[in-house]
């Protein structure tokens, strides 16, 4: 009985051992394919994301401000012909 008990031990051990081993192994292996992952984007050479987010803010500015300009050019153009007339 007491060899069967030393048996489950030394395999519970084992088991064990491995299970450690198969943990730094996937952290090994999340690690570099990380390192992949950061070079591949940065050889893209992507836009961070923050100045995208302050083009896209100056581009909506530069946007509403060409529609009040039309709509100031259009009234303008109307006031014009009216004195015209």
Avoid: C, H, W, Y
């Amino acid at each position: 009985m007491q060899s069967k008990n030393r048996l489950f031990d030394d395999m519970a051990k084992v088991a064990s051992g491995a299970v450690s081993t198969l943990t730094g192994v996937r952290e090994e292996i999340d690690g570099m394919i990380r390192q992949q992952i950061e070079r591949v984007i940065a050889d893209m050479d992507v836009v961070p994301r923050d100045e995208f987010e302050a083009v896209k803010a100056m581009a909506a500015k530069a946007r509403a401000e060409q529609d009040t300009l039309n709509a100031r050019i259009e009234a303008l153009e109307e006031a014009l012909k009216k004195s015209k007339k």
